[in-house]
């Protein structure tokens, strides 16, 4: 199941995961809970395409945390971080 971040939670991801359902989901920066991933104000400066992720094995989920136009948080108790991979982008400041 993919989820958007309007009503997401770890919490939520770990009852899926109970009853066998793997879930992705976008997380809005107040409910990833005590997860120490960097701020996002201070991931605002970094390079597009810098990410930070945090696996929890009790749990089996995955919390990605990257900066594309803006940051963006996800979750998954169901995918991993591999494979990497880099898409096209149009950026305005290098045209």
Not at 6 to 31: M, P, W
Request: glycine share 4%; charged share 25%.
């Amino acid at each position: 199941m993919y989820f958007d971040n309007f009503s997401t939670s770890l919490r939520l991801l770990n009852k899926l995961r109970d009853q066998g359902i793997g879930a992705t989901e976008t997380v809005r920066q107040n409910r990833v809970e005590k997860c120490p991933l960097p701020a996002p104000d201070k991931m605002k400066k970094d390079a597009r395409g810098t990410y930070h992720y945090l696996h929890d094995r009790s749990s089996n989920v995955i919390v990605v945390r990257w900066k594309d136009n803006s940051v963006v948080t996800v979750a998954s108790n169901c995918h991993d971080i591999a494979p990497l991979g880099q898409a096209q982008r149009w950026s305005y400041a290098d045209k």
